[in-house]
């Protein structure tokens, strides 16, 4: 029998408001331990949450970015939980009415554009932390009542590569509204994941499971490759699946039960009596919407319609704000968008990637790799010479004429100079020449190669193959 998995995800992001959601304390990251909290934070009796209305700014703006319906009359709830990090013993979120609903993410898979519908998101507050040394736990509550939206999606995912790519594209559109940094190495962003399978056609579904606190694209789709394979052999082997929350657990590659699954009745939920009804009107959401940045599609359908960019390249360059922030002050200097993408989709990302760093690390100005692209357009340097000269500009920095000059790489365009190169390569390897005549067509880039490598790389690439040919006929 051949299964298929059904996916759904909920993605908790940190809110880039500077006060937390209840109280005026910092939301800044880190600080000494209990510095960042107040009676509020601390839940400590007689203690009034008063909600901060950039949190309500932010989740809308969200909502409006992903496509939601913006809930007009929504209520805060207690959700009744037990956590040593979480002091009051119930969190503040909402529950029957959350603020947005039934939004959409369209991702590009290989079967085409698939949209991801989203069911809620609503607005909550974080825990605190614990911290464990050896035998004994500690609370740092720096962390309680930062703001988070959780945005919870429809079981539309079918694979762990479609979850991956949806995760990414979320993150993205809150990197472009900048409601969260998103700096998921700091718990600004986190994922579940519930996952079960079912026979492929079935319109069932199974029994899922829950996988906790992912906090890496990695993870999330190695995390689901294990969990799927997992619950394939369980079925094939008879065994029950049972509803339970899991961890991913990196060193072992493997998912590892923590928990069984709570219902949301197990929660209690209540509406929050010290708090009143959250009203949004119009002219509230229309406020927000006529302040709205270009989000990725949109900039991604500029890209292709107004530079004639491919859509693979588009794509790429827009899933980054920096990236795409980048590209356009590089246009904006006057460069040849097709040239400038070619450059960002092959020597940029690559020494990015090879270096582990982000666009906004590298040394030199978008005008700069402009600046690059002419020198070859203009014939001064070589493409080859031009990959050598980009190598410095990311070392260093410096801008490109000021290399080829302190390097002496201006291409070599004299035909007498080349001939010569290439006459004395030719003398050299006479058995290349006579390979050559003989059929064997490598013997050609050979003698290119060497020519190239006497030169310095500095030989115009034309004038070599042409007067190669030339001085091949004589001989």
């Not at 294990?226 to 619950?231: D, K, S």
């Not at 050598?388 to 000021?402: I, L, N, R, Y």
């Not at 006497?454 to 690439?461: E, I, L």
Request: with cysteine; glycine share 6%; aromatic share 8%.
């Amino acid at each position: 029998m051949e299964f298929e998995a059904v996916i759904g995800l909920e993605i908790h992001a940190e809110l880039s408001t500077k006060s937390k959601i209840f109280c005026g304390c910092t939301t800044e990251f880190g600080g000494e331990v209990n510095t960042h909290c107040c009676p509020v934070c601390l839940g400590l009796p007689g203690a009034l949450p008063v909600l901060n209305k950039a949190v309500v700014d932010y989740a809308i703006k969200a909502g409006i970015a992903l496509n939601c319906n913006i809930n007009k009359e929504t209520y805060m709830a207690r959700k009744n939980y037990f956590y040593p990090d979480a002091p009051k013993n119930y969190q503040i979120t909402q529950h029957e009415t959350p603020l947005c609903s039934e939004g959409f993410v369209e991702v590009e898979t290989e079967e085409g554009l698939k949209k991801i519908r989203i069911e809620r998101i609503h607005i909550e507050e974080d825990a605190g932390k614990a911290l464990h040394e050896g035998d004994a736990s500690f609370i740092d509550f720096n962390r309680s009542g930062v703001p988070l939206i959780e945005i919870v999606t429809r079981p539309d995912m079918r694979s762990p590569q479609e979850a991956r790519m949806f995760f990414e594209k979320l993150r993205s559109i809150l990197l472009y509204t900048e409601v969260s940094d998103c700096k998921m190495q700091e718990g600004s962003l986190r994922c579940d994941a519930n996952v079960s399978i079912r026979p492929k056609g079935s319109k069932e579904f199974g029994v899922k499971t829950e996988i906790k606190n992912m906090n890496s694209f990695k993870a999330l789709e190695k995390a689901l490759e294990f969990e799927i394979e997992r619950q394939i052999n369980a079925v094939r082997n008879g065994e029950r699946i049972v509803q339970e929350t899991r961890r991913w657990d990196e060193s072992k590659g493997q998912t590892i039960v923590m928990r069984s699954k709570e219902e949301a009745h197990d929660y209690r939920y209540f509406p929050e009596p010290d708090m009143v009804y959250l009203v949004v009107d119009d002219n509230w959401i229309e406020d927000i919407k006529s302040n709205m940045p270009e989000l990725p599609d949109q900039k991604r359908k500029r890209y292709i319609e107004n530079y004639n960019l491919p859509e693979y390249d588009a794509e790429i360059i827009t899933a980054s704000k920096e990236l795409a922030a980048f590209f356009e002050e590089a246009v904006a200097n006057g460069g040849n968008p097709k040239s400038i993408s070619n450059w960002i989709m092959g020597e940029v990302l690559r020494t990015l990637n090879d270096r582990e760093m982000e666009i906004t690390d590298v040394k030199f100005k978008p005008a700069d790799l402009v600046k690059l692209i002419e020198l070859v357009e203009k014939g001064t340097i070589s493409n080859t010479i031009a990959k050598k000269v980009f190598a410095d500009m990311f070392e260093t920095g410096k801008q490109p004429e000021k290399i080829v000059e302190e390097k002496g790489l201006v291409q070599i365009s004299d035909e007498g100079a080349i001939r010569d190169i290439v006459n004395k390569v030719l003398d050299e390897n006479p058995q290349s020449i006579e390979d050559f005549k003989n059929g064997k067509t490598k013997a050609m880039g050979f003698l290119v190669g060497q020519i190239m490598k006497a030169s310095k790389g500095k030989a115009n690439p034309q004038l070599v193959n042409k007067l190669l040919d030339e001085e091949i006929r004589k001989r």
